[in-house]
Every structure is written in C-alpha cells, then in structure tokens.
C-alpha cells in the first residue's frame, strides 16, 4: 500500500470496506438467517429456497435495467459521484435495517435484502468505473489487483467477528440469542461499510466527464443508442464482454456452487465455513501477484493463465473423492479467484473511452450478472443426467473453453473511440 498515491489507496479501500457484505450477507450469514426465518413462519424447506432465488434474481434484474442508463447519465460532469453515493448508503442503510427487521418477518426480510443487493451492486458500477479517474492506464492492474487483495482481507474481518459472536451464542458464553447474534453480524456488516467508506468519499473525485445538458435523460438515451448504432467501433470492447460472460460464469458457478457441491461430500458446515475463510485469506496476496505480473506478461496473458487454471479446476474435480481434494480445490480458487476478476477489471477499464466509462461498466455489470445464471444451470442439468455433482463441476470446462477461445480473438489492446453525438458536448478533462 505505501506504493499506492491517495486516491488509489482511497479507493482501493472500498473495497475493503463493502466485500464483508459479499461474505456475511450474501453467501454465510444472512441465507441461513433467512431460511430459519421462513421455517418458523411455517414455510417449506422448498417455498423458502424459490423465494431466495426469486430475491436474488429481481435484484439482479433491476440493476441490470438501469445499470445502462444511470451509468450513461453518470458520464456527465456530477453525477458520477453522486450516483455512488446514493446507491452505496441505499446498501449500507438496508443492510443496516436487516439486525432492525422483525425475526419473523421474513418478506420484509427479502425486501430489504433485494435494496441491500441493488445498493451494492449499483454502487460497485461507479466504484469499478472511478479506476479511470484514480490512477493511470499504467497502473491500473497493479490497483485494481490491490483492490481485490485489500477485499478479501477486510471481508474475513467482520466475518469472523460475526461467526465468534454466534458460535458464542450457541455455545452460552454470552448473554445474546442466536437471533440477536445474527442481527449484530449484519449491523456490523453495515458498520463496517460505512466507515471505510470514508476515504472513498471524501478523496476521490470525478476527473473524466462530457460536460453537462440541458437533459442528460433524454440524452443519455441518444447515447446508447449511438453506442449501439456504432457497434463495430467497439469491435475490441464487445468482443472481450463476450469472452468475459463466459468464462466470469465459469468462476462465479465455482464459487456460488462450492458449499453445495461440499455438503454433496459429507463436509460439515463448520468445515466449510473453514474452508471458505481460508480462501479468502490465499486470495489476497495472490490477486497482488496476479497484479505484479500484468505488469510484465499483460492482463490479456494473465486472465488466459487464469482460465488455464479454472480448467484444471474443473478437471481435478472429476476425480475428486476426500476431503483433502477439496482442500486442494479451495487452494487453487484462492489462487486465482481474486487475480481474474482483478485484471478483467483494469483490462476493460483501458479499452473503454475515459470520458464514457460508466456507461460501459455498465453493461460490464450486466454481462456480469447474467453470467451467472448459464453456468448454475448447466451445472444442474449435468448433475442431474448423469446423477454424479462431479460431472456438474466437470461441465463447467465448456464454459472456460469459450471464453479463452473468444478472448484470444479480442484485437490488440485499443481504446474504444468517444461516442459518436455530434449533439453532445466534447468530452472533458479537469
């Protein structure tokens, strides 16, 4: 970090600050929370798990109506960072509302998360698209790496806090039920949001903008539709967001799948939650090294060496029959996880135009969540053919396959030309 100017280090602490909610809300804490919520208002093991998937997939589905649009308007002088802001204290305030809400409650419980989801989610759209406006084309892996790495250490922290607390409730070392345990990981969570947010807000600053219009609605939507009326200017750009759906929904099926795929193991919960922690702890310096290394091999090299390794991840699993193969597997995610996602951030970040970079982070966060519903999908099916959660896992190679084959024809790294609105004023620079 001591490399890092302040604003780079300003925001790479964002990262820090909202990856505890990945962990606690999204994947440990708040799933488990939910289904004992439904379960004792009297809903099915089957009802509760459709209306968690329903959750997530509205909340998946509204940012990806507006991600296209609010990042077009954020393109405009002030509103990037007011965007951010809106759609970062929308997460941290529901999340917030979470340890608030009722125990048995469990649809005001679905609500709030569906805001909490489209608050981080909005938010990560202008924090990936401020990497333009931080650092220099130069040392934009070598940031976002730093980024990934500061996440997943900052993410464990709460984590485990949250863990000590409800373990010690279980276990009566502390006056507080497992309920109150619970609501006090989540206020934590979103305590913790908040505060290292600060640095963010108060440090880093919108450089790249076009000059603002009369009506930035109106003309935002002059701007998509000349972003896609030029689409073969974006020949490059596009290209790679392909190659990206597909082998981002091969890692993302790995990661969102693996506890599932462990418990088909015999793998006790506590043991998972082992395992999940200890990944987090490997990604960290390994999404440095991925980092260091784009510096010398280029992002491009890097993100196929990831995919390389996503394969063999895939491969191994088809043998895979202890727990020390899981081990193994979990080691190999932690080493890789970080780094692709880090350098598919930067490598995007240098091919769009600065001035325009919201706008496409924005379809960068769409083709990022709807990788994720090919992969689950294709996973399910294999499983339930062949009756084997190996070959679900072994499937997954297609998907890596296709994006390596698709980002091998992305042309030589170039920036995307400015959009082409002879009504919209020339980009600018402060």
């Not at 000349?226 to 929904?249: E, G, H, P, Q, V």
């Not at 939650?273 to 490997?282: G, K, R, S």
Request: aromatic share 16%; with cysteine.
């Amino acid at each position: 970090m001591k490399k890092l100017t302040k604003q780079e280090k300003s925001w790479a602490m964002y990262d820090w600050a909202n990856s505890a909610y990945s962990i606690v809300v999204v994947t440990a804490i708040f799933p488990l929370y939910f289904k004992a919520s439904a379960t004792e208002a009297g809903l099915s093991a089957s009802t509760s798990t459709a209306y968690w998937g329903y959750a997530n997939s509205i909340a998946t589905l509204l940012i990806s109506i507006l991600a296209p649009l609010l990042g077009t308007i954020a393109d405009f002088k002030g509103f990037k960072k007011r965007f951010f802001t809106f759609f970062f204290l929308l997460g941290v305030l529901f999340t917030m509302l979470l340890a608030l809400v009722p125990f048995d409650q469990w649809i005001f419980l679905l609500a709030c998360f569906i805001l909490t989801s489209v608050g981080f989610a909005g938010a990560n759209i202008f924090y990936d698209a401020f990497l333009v406006d931080v650092t220099t084309e130069e040392r934009m892996s070598r940031t976002s790496a730093y980024g990934y790495a500061t996440g997943y250490i900052g993410s464990t922290i709460p984590f485990l806090i949250g863990i000590g607390l409800i373990m010690s409730a279980q276990m009566e070392l502390i006056p507080l039920s497992l309920t109150i345990a619970m609501q006090a990981a989540f206020f934590i969570t979103a305590l913790w949001w908040g505060l290292f947010t600060i640095p963010f807000l108060k440090n880093i600053e919108q450089n790249y903008y076009i000059d603002p219009v009369p009506n930035p609605v109106k003309t935002s939507f002059k701007r998509l539709y000349a972003t896609f009326k030029n689409i073969r200017a974006y020949k490059s750009l596009f290209l790679f967001l392909l190659a990206y759906f597909f082998y981002i929904d091969g890692v993302h099926t790995i990661l969102t799948m693996s506890t599932a795929y462990g418990t088909d193991m015999g793998l006790s919960s506590t043991t998972l939650l082992i395992v999940l922690f200890v990944t987090q702890v490997v990604a960290a310096p390994f999404s440095l090294l991925y980092g260091k290394l784009a510096g010398k091999y280029n992002e491009k090299n890097m993100i196929l060496f990831g995919i390389i390794i996503y394969t063999l991840i895939c491969i191994y699993a088809f043998f895979m029959d202890s727990a020390i193969d899981f081990w193994i597997l979990a080691l190999l995610v932690g080493s890789s996880q970080g780094g692709i996602q880090a350098l598919s951030r930067s490598y995007f970040a240098k091919l769009v135009p600065k001035e325009s970079s919201n706008e496409f982070f924005g379809f960068y966060n769409i083709f990022g969540k709807f990788a994720a519903i090919t992969g689950p999908f294709l996973m399910g099916v294999t499983t339930q053919i062949t009756g084997q959660s190996n070959m679900g896992i072994f499937s997954l190679v297609i998907l890596f396959v296709i994006g390596a084959v698709i980002l091998i024809k992305v042309p030589a790294q170039q920036k995307a030309p400015a959009v082409p609105m002879t009504d919209i004023p020339p980009p600018n620079q402060s």
